[in-house]
């Protein structure tokens, strides 16, 4: 199976990599910093020999790198699945938040996962692969259904990624092709910094890991459209 993850180099992407290349998938990873990126490829290959690892650095907010890379990934293989996991958090408020902010998350969070599912769709879209073995995973936020404090342009753009889920749902459906919304509340990762999670108030990147990579075995006439997780006491 060939799985392409954004955003693959920490935290909830290369949690999802982890667990694709424990099931021995061909892997497909984009990141924007080469170094780390290159680190968590090499750390999987030697992990998990069975599976095979692609690398390719990869600023997915810049829509000819997002072209780019899906070119590169068609040059391997067409994916069964892809995951847009690539985002970014600034906090802020829509009043005093930094000028330039909404467009940096709207291009983040937003165009890197339009552009790339564009320019892999017409290879997927192709009927003689089997009805419902392929499958599309957009990392939506809590903050795409609801607002909350200091959210601001991140919220914004999670709320458009949402939109953009729900009707790429719809056109698909003719073709085979599952799509899920992947809408995880706190979870450890470098946007909590120095938080600590001893007493595990947060969730791991390892649980939304795992609900993802169960939606995707499911039989080909079922399909979950809508994955949401909280850590268990609610969300802070």
């Known amino acids: 199976m060939n799985v392409i993850i954004t955003g693959a180099s920490k935290g909830i992407g290369k949690a999802i ?43 997915l907010a810049d829509k000819h790198e997002a072209i780019n ?22 906090p802020g408020s829509v009043y005093n938040e930094a000028e330039g902010n909404l467009e940096q998350m709207i291009a983040v969070n937003l165009y890197s996962a339009y552009h790339l599912t564009r320019s892999l769709l017409p290879a997927m879209m192709n009927k003689e692969q089997q009805a419902g073995m392929r499958h599309i995973f957009n990392l939506c936020s809590i903050a795409s259904l609801h607002a909350y404090p200091n959210g601001g342009a991140y919220s914004i753009s999670k709320y458009a990624l949402m939109g953009f889920t729900k009707n790429l749902r719809e056109e698909l459906k003719p073709f085979g092709i599952k799509v899920t919304g992947v809408y995880p509340g706190a979870v450890m990762s470098a946007s909590w910094g120095d938080f600590d999670n001893s007493s595990g108030r947060i969730m791991e990147a390892g649980d939304i890991a ?20 909280r850590p268990q006491l609610g969300d802070l």
């Open 210 to 229: 795992q609900m993802i990579l169960a939606a995707s075995k499911l039989s080909p006439q079922a399909v979950v459209e809508d994955i949401i997780l």
């Open 69 to 90: 890379f899906g070119t590169w990934c068609l040059g391997y293989a067409v994916p069964d699945i892809l995951i847009n996991n690539a985002g970014l958090f600034v």
């Open 17 to 59: 990599a982890g667990i694709f290349a424990a099931e021995g998938c061909s892997l497909f990873l984009c990141a924007r910093n080469k170094t780390r990126l290159d680190e968590t490829a090499a750390e999987l290959q030697l992990k998990y020999p069975a599976s095979v690892i692609h690398a390719k650095t990869a600023d």
